[in-house]
């Protein structure tokens, strides 16, 4: 369905985390054209790009972040919400 090259692309370069959307139209920009009218661009093809996208980024995050499993680092936490900790460290974000 998406163009298999974004995919490849976004496989190759691991990024830690992507913010990812669907299409909307933004008036006086380029985004202006209504592509919806398309069927290739309806707002159900629109929705199923965006949830493989964004699988396959989940893929991509959890497999960074198990990289860090087991490994000892300094942190401030910024936040605790429910299952999510928010915070910073003082090494790159590159697992070890």
Known sequence: MPNRENFDLLRQ???HHAY????????????????????KWSAEVSRARLAELQ?????????VNERWYGAEVEVLLESIEQWRAV????????PP
């Open 13 to 15: 370069r691991a990024l």
């Open 20 to 39: 990812t959307f669907k299409y909307s139209r933004r008036p006086n920009t380029a985004a202006a054209v209504d592509f919806t009218a398309s069927p």
């Open 55 to 63: 699988m396959v980024q989940e893929d991509i995050s959890r497999a």
């Open 87 to 94: 915070g910073r460290g003082r090494i790159l974000r590159t």
